[in-house]
């Protein structure tokens, strides 16, 4: 079964841009037939939409890079050489970079997309025979819990109190759920756990006793070069050189983050990880010439990312276009799941809804705009409780990740690996957490 997963993936799943260049033509074929819309409507949906993700492409560019500059930093990798030497063996490597990794995203999904892939890199260097596909595959699927942790963007929504809240969902939130019941409800944390073990446990046994694939040294050549002092240097190498500028600014973002965030009871957003790793990054590296060079290098694995995000824009514009036909594709699809669904199955067949669309777009804030005006008032009129309708949609925008290679871009950037190289064991981890996700969202319904 591994081996024919693996062999599928490789042979079908193209590179990640022609993945999404398909999916905008099957978008678009899908939109004309079901919802009657003409070739020229969805293209105006599809042009429309490019560019309404340029704020989150950038915040994503930056979690990456200043997560990559931020691993680089000599404090903290010397801390990821002494975690990894514990694993003696392969198995024990991929049970622990699961581990941490699942436990990494459902703090914060951004850290944890970075932190993962940079354990497993190291583990690569420190432990011979592990196999390297699997192990960058084991750091990537614990992203599966992120919409299910603290960071999970659609529950978090539904805690944030003002009239956006009943306006997105048409009046049918009309007071905020706190994530007492949603992300902290024991049927989730649960669920999470249970997915980690599952994830943890399959990933151990999927490494092969034979025909290992070892990672190429070349992959793993990512020292940081010392950067030598001038001998007589003029005021401005003094600056460049001189701790002090990086101090002083990386303590105003902390003092920002401890401020407005400790005492004022602001939100700890993707902005505020951003913030984190380069005020941290910053003081680990010292100097402000040190971090511009570990930055720099960062930032040619943010080239996938850049590229991509407009077409994954202009899909979510065709998604949600409504044509002549006065209805969205998204709109379709949502109430072909209500159609079929009672009290006991609507969690159910929401998290599949969800796990669908998420392919074409894979956002949280897509999915809230698409789903949310709908969904939680079918809920409503079912009787199903608002909290259990949120955290559907939220595990189906996650769960479907692990075949979607768009989020896997920031950690094969790291790991300098292509999808194809990973989705066949993430394929088989889909199935299995598909099964405790929905098993237990039916026992929460019941």
Known sequence: MIKFCVKLVQRWL???FIFAIVLTFVAALIAMIVCSQTPLEVIDHWGGGVWNLLAFAMQMSLVLVCGSALAAAPAVRSGITALARLPKTPAAAIALVTVVSSLACWLNWGFG???????????????KGVDYRLLIASAYSGFVVWHAGLSGSIPLTMATPGEALSKATNGALTSPIPISRTLLDPHNLVMVLLVIVVITIANT?????????????????????PISRPTNPTPAQRAEHSPILSWLIALMGLAYLVVILGFRGGNFDLGSVILLFLTIGLLLHRT??????AFSKAASGASGIILQFPFYAGIMGIITGIGASGVSLGTVLSNACIDISTPLTYPLLTFLCAAILNLFVPSGGGHW????????????????DPALTGTAIAWGDAWTNLIQPFWALPALAIARLNAKDIMGYCLIDLLLTGIVICVGLLIWAA
Do not use: C, W
């Open 288 to 293: 402000p010439l040190a971090y511009v060079k």
């Open 14 to 16: 193209p590179e990640p």
């Open 369 to 384: 705009a698409i789903q949310a005006p709908i969904m939680f008032t079918a809920g409503a009129n079912l009787g199903v």
């Open 205 to 225: 046994l999927m490494h092969p006793r034979h025909d290992v694939v070892t990672v190429d040294p070349s992959l793993l050549d990512d020292e940081a070069q």
């Open 113 to 127: 997309l970075i932190v993962g892939v940079v354990f497993a890199k190291e583990l690569a260097r420190q432990l």
